[in-house]
Each structure stands twice: as structure tokens, then as C-alpha cells.
């Protein structure tokens, strides 16, 4: 079982650009999440999907946007790069969100620059 | 506001014992979670506590006192491999979780 997949595992990106960062799962979970990493701080949410066709806003959503047509998939767009969106961002994904010890399996992320 | 706190770094040495601790204040409280992160790599799912006590696993143990906003991570028999952050997450009211920035750990032959 693959589990999360990300694409791309890197990339560098000119300010300005656009970009979707795409995250996969096969694990039938209904609950998807965006985070990015950078150091010295926790994992911050992004965006998040409880179920196919819903989606909601984390700590840190401006600058990107999310769909979640179905189960599987949940890509996260970032319309117009900057360069503090320069980070590692991870996909994961959970059974039933709102449920107490759901718990969450991270995908392997991917670096981004942004110049 | 929602706060995770634990230390930056620590340092052990192999064969030893290490206590990775992690205050929290949140919204609700719907149970804590501990996470191993290698370096370059995702997040790993380590134990998760929703009542008072430890729990044990293995080499790595979890401790949880709800009234005190305190939870610890126990890794005994420390081997090299366990060099890596280790991340405490609590899930607030809304199923949410919030992260601490995580420990360095830092074992020594």
C-alpha cells in the first residue's frame, strides 16, 4: 500500500508563478490536510477537507486554495508564489475527522522555493 | 491562546533513558499526540493519550496529566536510529491538532 503520495518532491519556483502541489491517498480516508513546516515552528494548518466536496480554512490560508473533487485526491494551488512561501509543506490524511484519536498520516512532503 | 511548548533540543547517550516533556494550553482537549520526525522525512505516529496515566509501547512510553496541561515522551534503551524530533500535537475542541516546533534529539555513541 503507497499510503500519501506528493508530487513534486522539490521545486523552485520564480516569484509570481503559479503552482499546484498535488497529494494523493489510497487509504479510503475521508479527511485530508495541508501543512507547511518551517523551522522552528510546529506544523501549521493550511487548508483541510473533512469529506469529498467540503473543504475549510487552517491557521495560515492566504495565498492558497484547495479542492477536493474526491476521496483520493486533495491538491493545494498557490496562485501567485511569494517568497515566504518558501517551506516544506506535507500532505496527510486521517479515517474520520472529529473523532477523538483520529489520527493523522503524513505524506512525504515537498520543499519549495520560491525566488 | 493555544501554546505547545517543548524543549528545542536534547541530548542522550546510547543505552540510556530520555525524558521529552510538552506543556500545552488549548481549547478543549481531546487528547495528545506524539510524533517521530527524521530528518527529511514525514511525521511518524508515535501514541496518542486522551486520559490520565502512562502508556506504554515498546521502548517508548506516554504519560499524560490532564490537570496540569503535562505530557511526557519516555524512549528507553536509546539506539542511534531514535536521533530524530520528536513533535507533540494536542487536539483541541474542534479535532484540530496544534504542534509544538518539536525536540531535537540528539543521541551520542
Known amino acids: 500500500t503507497a499510503g500519501i503520495t506528493q508530487a513534486p518532491t522539490s521545486q523552485i519556483l520564480a516569484a509570481g508563478r503559479s503552482m499546484t502541489l498535488r497529494c494523493t491517498q489510497d487509504?479510503?480516508?475521508?479527511?485530508m490536510y495541508w501543512y507547511r513546516q518551517d523551522l522552528g515552528l510546529g506544523l501549521r494548518l493550511i487548508h483541510y477537507?473533512?469529506?469529498?466536496?467540503?473543504?475549510g480554512k487552517g491557521e495560515v490560508p492566504d495565498g492558497y486554495s484547495v479542492s477536493r473533487a474526491n476521496t483520493d485526491d486533495f491538491p493545494l494551488t498557490l496562485a501567485s508564489a511569494v517568497p515566504s512561501q518558501t517551506s516544506v509543506y506535507f500532505c496527510a490524511s486521517s479515517a474520520d475527522s472529529g473523532t477523538r484519536g483520529d489520527t493523522q498520516y503524513f505524506g512525504p512532503g515537498t520543499r519549495l522555493t520560491v525566488l | 491562546g493555544q501554546n505547545i511548548d517543548q524543549p528545542t533540543e536534547m541530548t542522550a547517550t546510547e543505552g540510556a533513558i530520555v525524558q521529552i516533556n510538552c506543556t500545552y494550553q488549548?481549547?478543549?482537549?481531546?487528547?495528545l499526540f506524539w510524533y517521530q520526525q527524521h530528518a527529511g522525512e514525514a511525521p511518524t505516529f508515535l501514541s496518542y493519550?486522551?486520559l490520565d496515566g502512562l502508556e506504554e509501547k515498546g521502548r517508548f512510553s506516554s504519560f499524560l496529566s490532564r490537570s496540569k496541561g503535562y505530557s511526557y515522551l519516555l524512549l528507553k534503551e536509546l539506539q542511534m536510529k531514535d536521533s530524530a524530533s520528536y513533535l507533540c500535537a494536542c487536539m483541541d475542541s474542534n479535532y484540530q491538532l496544534i504542534w509544538g516546533a518539536g525536540t531535537k534529539l540528539i543521541i551520542k555513541p
Open positions: 493519550n486522551v
Open positions: 487509504m479510503r480516508h475521508n479527511a
Open positions: 488549548t481549547s478543549g482537549f481531546n487528547g
Open positions: 477537507s473533512n469529506t469529498a466536496g467540503t473543504t
